[in-house]
């Protein structure tokens, strides 16, 4: 199972929206809605913060959006804060019930 | 609190084995899945393995498959991780964390509880 496919980086000023996308193909992201988003900061474990392509854990910022099309799915993050400057991974169920995680990508914040 | 707690990890010999545990606090571990993933140094997250809330049933990443073995003990609320023959590529943090969902019993997909991860080097 290959890797899902992310930006190496995305950048943004602060109060700008930028989005990331995430790649897969008809065995995961475009096979089911179990598309999840994670932020990990320098040092940290990851932190889910979409589940379920479009859905919000409680006490996860509205900020941050989640969506998806055919094979890709898109994190949006409006109102970009400095706090926001991390590491972003998506993960998708795929068909041979595992779990593929993308390559990440890193946000800065200018 | 919630929580989950990694061990184990540390500096073995290629072609040694090691044995990850996860000590789970603050909810009812025999409710929820757990899986295993791993972060490979300066690296990206690998997905490693899960294990159903009864155990019953494990998944592995394929490229894994054969040499890791996940299982867990509910009674004693912990989760682990069985390393055969490792390469030098296994060397990561490895991490336990929660399937999101209560009982749920297929599809396992997404962690909402991480630990804070456990090193494993392997090096002669």
């Known amino acids: 199972q290959s890797a899902l496919t992310q930006p190496a980086s995305v950048s943004g000023s602060p109060g700008q929206s930028i989005t990331i996308s995430c790649t897969g193909t008809?065995?995961?992201?475009?096979?089911?809605?179990?598309v999840s988003w994670y932020q990990q900061r320098p040092g940290k474990a990851p932190k889910l913060i979409i589940y379920d392509v479009n859905n919000r854990p409680s006490g996860i910022s509205n900020r941050f959006s989640g969506s998806k099309s055919g094979n890709t799915a898109s994190l949006t993050i409006s109102g970009l804060q400095a706090e926001d400057e991390a590491d972003y991974y998506c993960s998708s169920y795929t068909s041979v019930s595992t779990v593929v995680f993308g390559g990440g990508t890193k946000v800065t914040v200018l | 609190q919630v929580q989950v707690v990694e061990s184990g990890g540390g500096v073995v010999q290629p072609g040694r084995s090691l044995r990850l545990s996860c000590v789970a606090s603050g909810f009812t571990f025999s409710g929820f899945g757990m899986h295993w993933v791993r972060q490979a140094p300066g690296k990206g997250l690998e997905w490693v393995a899960a294990?159903?809330?009864?155990?019953?049933?494990?998944y592995y990443a394929d490229s894994l498959k054969g040499r890791f073995t996940i299982s867990r003990d509910n009674s004693k609320n912990t989760l682990y991780l069985q390393m055969n023959s490792l390469r030098a590529e296994d060397t990561a943090i490895y991490y336990c964390?929660?399937?999101?969902?209560?009982?749920?019993?297929?599809?396992?997909?997404?962690?909402?509880?991480w630990g804070q991860g456990t090193t494993v080097t392997v090096s002669s």
């Open positions: 964390g929660r399937d999101r969902v209560w009982l749920r019993d297929y599809k396992y997909h997404d962690l909402d509880v």
């Open positions: 008809n065995s995961d992201i475009g096979h089911y809605n179990y």
């Open positions: 294990t159903s809330f009864h155990g019953s049933d494990q």
